[in-house]
């Protein structure tokens, strides 16, 4: 097709996110800081950012203060050239309930489709880290004449039930779509892996505002209602995210895909970061993640008090961190954390603001903001009794939540 379609980008950043309690006992799921510097969000707005796709609204519901204010402290577009980036609560506009599921909340916000006026809708998830050119799929998806594309990547056969499954044809229609199913099909040629939804949708303007607004069906969720009724009609297809190229990114990196729906999956897209050559590269600045930049001090690594050597290996340090004589390897230590000497922090993520005390022993935690580690505290070494304070993972992260207070 010729000519560049007006594009409005619609990011779902409503839910409750249970399974990262108790990360999310306080904010958004999309709002979790992630490597340090960043929010969960900062990804995919980062993608539609410098794909020149820069009319985006976020739909927010569950605990939504936290991401609110990063979005319009952080998300800033000139309104000079009609661009924004702008959270959208729900409003209860098609009554006194909230949104009842993906597909309802687009519903319940259709004035923004019909204010703006768009060619094309992205509908894309809010919380997944990766990459992509969405650009791309836009192209594909107009050349296909679909009514819905879906962007899908595999994964193996025992994570597969957490998505939706696409089984598609050849020439890439989706030939059924199973939503989060127990035993869902493989693909062909290969019974290890299935082809999973990402979330992320690319619609017709008049297919999306037809497929959600109630008549003899009323569907509530994209993955659940929406696509197998598309698929159903003949009208969707699958884009394959693998083919997907950025400017800057080694082969290593392409089709790097994370959900992190969980605090093992949070957990290990984090440690992705701190590999000796990581396959996802946080230094592309050819597609550059953006984030807000507060104005803290260059992060400071010295010797403790009483002259204690530090050591720092394979570790990310945020600005305005200080490393007083203390012993970090394999960790993340978020903006503004203070680690006094002889504490040993290992394989390890610390939130923003946290104080980890001397002496101290963390090993495979997450500590989120604003926690107060004691001298000598040790968390991760003796699981068993980790257990009896702490969320514990199903692989056995300790994890402490926002402001915990020792006895």
């Known amino acids: 097709m010729d000519g560049d379609p007006n594009v409005l980008v619609i990011v779902l950043a409503g839910g409750e996110g249970k399974r990262l309690q108790p990360l999310t006992s306080d904010r958004a799921k999309p709002a979790v800081p992630f490597a340090g510097t960043y929010r969960m969000i900062d990804f995919a707005l980062s993608n539609f950012a410098n794909a020149g796709y820069r009319k985006i609204v976020v739909l927010t519901q569950y605990k939504s203060h936290s991401l609110d204010r990063h979005i319009s402290q952080t998300w800033r577009f000139s309104a000079m050239l009609d661009d924004y980036v702008t959270p959208v609560p729900a409003q209860m506009r098609r009554g006194p309930h909230w949104f009842q599921g993906s597909a309802d909340a687009i519903y319940q916000n259709l004035n923004l489709i019909h204010d703006e006026r768009p060619d094309i809708v992205c509908v894309f998830g809010a919380d997944h880290i990766y990459r992509m050119d969405p650009r791309q799929m836009v192209a594909e998806h107009r050349d296909n004449a679909a009514g819905v594309t879906v962007a899908a990547i595999p994964v193996p056969k025992h994570e597969a039930r957490e998505f939706g499954v696409i089984e598609a ?6 030939i059924a779509f199973h939503e989060k199913v127990d035993d869902p099909p493989t693909m062909p040629g290969d019974d290890t892996r299935c082809l ?37 009609a003949g009208d969707a297809r699958v884009y394959d995210f693998s083919k997907n190229t950025i400017p800057g990114q ?3 990196e392409r089709g790097y895909w994370r959900d992190v729906g969980t605090l093992d999956a949070f957990y290990h897209a984090n440690m992705d970061l701190i590999a000796p050559v990581p396959v996802f590269n946080l230094y592309n600045e050819k597609w550059p993640v953006f984030t807000s930049r507060k104005a803290l001090p260059p992060a400071k690594v010295s010797r403790g008090s009483g002259g204690e050597p530090p050591f720092v290996d394979d570790s990310l340090l945020c600005q305005g961190s200080i490393l007083s004589g203390a012993h970090v390897e394999r960790s993340i230590i978020g903006p503004g954390t203070f680690i006094d000497h002889d504490a ?27 926690v107060n580690v004691p001298d000598w505290t040790r968390i991760g070494l003796h699981p068993e009794q980790d257990q009896e304070r702490y969320t514990i993972s199903d692989e056995g992260i300790a994890v402490l939540p926002k402001d915990y207070r020792f006895n």
């Open 250 to 252: 080694d082969a290593r």
């Open 169 to 174: 044809a050849e020439d890439g229609r989706i």
């Open 344 to 370: 040993h922090v290992t394989d390890s993520i610390i939130f923003p603001g946290v104080h980890v005390g001397s002496g101290a022993r963390l090993h495979r935690c997450i500590i989120d903001k604003n």
């Open 196 to 232: 999973a939804s990402m979330g992320n949708y690319v619609f017709n303007t008049q297919t999306l505002v037809d497929i959600v607004t109630p008549g003899q069906n009323q569907y509530t969720d994209l993955g659940g209602d929406v696509i197998p009724a598309l698929t159903s």
